[in-house]
């Protein structure tokens, strides 16, 4: 079952149209990979539907390295791989 860090990874590719090879690591940020704030916005709205999670967009803008958009997921319980849907 992947993490949420691989699977906001994987919300990140597909958003910025990355192929499912491309490597994201934890420091990496989404504005440097290419992301606009339109693409940010809809980053927002794919991470709360993917995790049910409460993401600010502020949040995003603060830090927009991967692991602390999944710190952001996961800081209110959601995205654990013990919640993650099938």
């Not at 992947?2 to 690591?25: K, N, S, V």
């Not at 993401?55 to 919640?83: I, Q, Y």
Request: proline share 6%; aromatic share 4%; charged share 25%.
């Amino acid at each position: 079952m992947p993490t949420a860090e691989e699977r906001t990874a994987g919300i990140w590719r597909e958003i910025l149209d990355l192929d499912t090879g491309t490597p994201i690591g934890p420091e990496d940020d989404f504005f440097a990979l290419g992301g606009t704030s339109l693409q940010a916005m809809s980053l927002v709205q794919r991470l709360r539907e993917e995790f049910g999670a409460p993401v600010a967009l502020s949040a995003l803008l603060a830090d927009a390295s991967l692991r602390a958009v999944t710190a952001a997921v996961t800081a209110h319980g959601a995205g654990r791989e013990e919640t993650a849907r099938p």
